[in-house]
């Protein structure tokens, strides 16, 4: 089981994407990507390896964190409604490690994205 509790996002790693075409900041962890461009956010994480899973979340402007997509190496990504594979691949292969890709940036794309690592396991919180 998965509790929300556990989620640590206190390790995340702050992604932010901005959608400013053609616009020539780049500064890390600002990413910036063109319209139609796909845009790879990576999140990594120094803790021991219970920490196997990993959330991406969503907030644009004016709304709510969403959850995208929960990951955990070896097993198919689990998508939230409204989210899907084809829009935002999400890779976790390693343990500490860890990738969401937002593919054909659209301006509704714009907003804080963010990563989330939590243990593989339910013992205590
Ligand atoms: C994410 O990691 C990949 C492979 O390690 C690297 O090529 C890419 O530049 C990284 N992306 C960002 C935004 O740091
Ligand atoms: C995936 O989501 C995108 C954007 O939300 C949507 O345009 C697309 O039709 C969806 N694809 C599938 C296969 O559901």
Not at 17 to 38: A, H, M, R, Y
Not at 100 to 114: A, H, I, N, Q, R
Request: proline letters at 5%; a negative charge; glycine letters at 8%.
């Amino acid at each position: 089981m998965i509790t929300a509790g556990l989620i640590k996002l206190s390790a995340a790693l702050l992604c932010i994407i901005g959608l400013i075409n053609g616009d020539d900041v780049t500064q890390t962890p600002l990413l910036w990507g063109d319209e139609g461009q796909s845009a790879k956010m990576n999140c990594s994480h120094e803790k021991d390896l219970t920490y196997s899973q990993m959330y991406w979340y969503r907030q644009r402007p004016g709304e709510g964190m969403k959850q995208i997509v929960f990951t955990i190496p070896d097993s198919p990504n689990k998508y939230e409604s409204g989210f899907n594979e084809s829009k935002f691949p999400a890779q976790k292969k390693e343990y500490q490690t860890g990738s969401l890709t937002v593919v054909k940036l659209l301006p509704e794309d714009s907003g804080v994205y963010f990563c989330a690592v939590s243990k593989h396991s339910d013992s205590g919180d």
